[in-house]
């Protein structure tokens, strides 16, 4: 049975790299994290606050939505983005986006989430590149961004740009 999993990217490059390449990619010592994505799985895509240099005036997003294309697997060469090192990586079939630093504001909706159990402290469970999703949490995420995403060939340009 295929799960859903938020993918939190915490950097504008980053970002553009995801979207235009339409691959994810995870950190190192997040391997036991990153396998637990496969093949088949929805992706629910998730820009932090910090994504776009900054944190005071940016809201974390729920801004896209994929489905996991191929299995996690080890780079030949590692992947710098920035400063980070990502030696895995999976491929995405993107199939919709919000428009450039828009979607729905996750914490608006932390209080109804089940992955939240603590919503006073549900930005701890976010300092990962991955977090699976209770069913209803998925069905209630991805139905509430849904009125926001643009197929995927008609968002993709500004992303590319960035």
Same mark, same amino acid.
């Given at each position: ?8 990217? !915490?950097?504008? =490059?980053?970002? !553009?790299? *995801? ?21 088949? =799985?929805?992706?629910? /895509? ?11 005036? &940016? ?8 489905? *996991?294309? !191929?299995? *996690?697997? *080890? ?16 491929? $995405? &079939?993107?199939?919709?986006?919000? =428009?450039?630093?828009?979607? @729905? ?12 159990? =603590? ?11 991955? /977090?699976?999703?209770? @069913?209803? &949490?998925?069905? /209630? ?6 009125? $926001? ?7 993709? &340009? ?5």
């Amino acid at each position: 049975m295929s799960e859903t999993h938020l993918m939190i990217i !915490s950097n504008r =490059d980053a970002l !553009s790299w *995801v979207v235009t390449e339409q691959r994810m990619a995870f950190p190192a010592g997040r391997s036991r994290l990153a396998r637990s994505v496969r093949e088949g =799985d929805e992706v629910l /895509l998730y820009t932090t606050r910090g994504c776009f240099g900054n944190p005071t005036r &940016d809201r974390g997003r729920l801004m896209g939505r994929a489905t *996991v294309s !191929s299995p *996690v697997h *080890v780079l030949p060469e590692p992947l710098h983005l920035g400063e980070r090192v990502f030696p895995e990586e999976c491929s $995405l &079939d993107i199939h919709a986006l919000a =428009d450039w630093r828009r979607g @729905i504001v996750l914490s608006d909706l932390v209080p109804r989430l089940e992955v939240f159990p =603590d919503p006073s402290a549900w930005s701890v469970r976010m300092r990962r590149a991955v /977090l699976t999703l209770p @069913i209803t &949490d998925a069905k /209630l995420l991805r139905t509430t961004v849904a009125p $926001l995403l643009r197929p995927y060939s008609e968002a993709v &340009d500004v992303y590319r740009q960035a």
